[in-house]
Nanobody, 112 residues
Framework: QVQLVESGGGLVQPGGSLRLSCVVS????????LDWHRQAPGKQREFVASITRFGNTYYAESVKGRFTISRDNPKKTVYLQVNNLQPEDTAIYYC??????WGQGTQVTVSS
C-alpha cells in the first residue's frame, strides 16, 4: 500500500521558484518510478517529470531546463524544483508512484 502527500505549492510571480515535495508512505518507495504530472484549468493532465529508482530522470519538453526532479530515498521523498515559473505553469501538480497511485495534488499559481 502506498500513499503520497504533496506540499510546497503556492502563489508566485512570473520568474519565481518553488520546491514541491511528495512524501511517500508505505513499503513500495524503492519499487517504482516517481512522476510529477500537472493539470491546468480546463486542460487534461500532462506528464511533467519522472525519476526512476536508479535516479534516471525524464522531462517534458516544456519544462526542460527549468524544472528538476530528485529523490531522497532515506526520507522517502521526491522533489520537483520549479524555476522561472510562467503563467502557463499554473496547475495542480500531482505526484504519482509507479504502481499507479496518485497524491491529492498541490496548487501552483503563477501570477503578477
Amino acid at each position: 500500500q502506498v500513499q503520497l502527500v504533496e506540499s510546497g505549492g503556492g502563489l508566485v510571480q512570473p520568474g519565481g521558484s518553488l520546491r514541491l515535495s511528495c512524501v511517500v508512505s508505505g513499503n513500495l518507495f524503492m519499487l517504482g518510478s516517481l512522476d510529477w504530472h500537472r493539470q491546468a484549468p480546463g486542460k487534461q493532465r500532462e506528464f511533467v517529470a519522472s525519476i526512476t529508482r536508479f535516479g534516471n530522470t525524464y522531462y517534458a519538453e516544456s519544462v526542460k531546463g527549468r524544472f528538476t526532479i530528485s529523490r531522497d530515498n532515506p526520507k522517502k521523498t521526491v522533489y520537483l524544483q520549479v524555476n522561472n515559473l510562467q503563467p502557463e505553469d499554473t496547475a495542480i501538480y500531482y505526484c504519482v508512484h509507479g504502481t499507479g497511485v496518485w497524491g491529492q495534488g498541490t496548487q501552483v499559481t503563477v501570477s503578477s
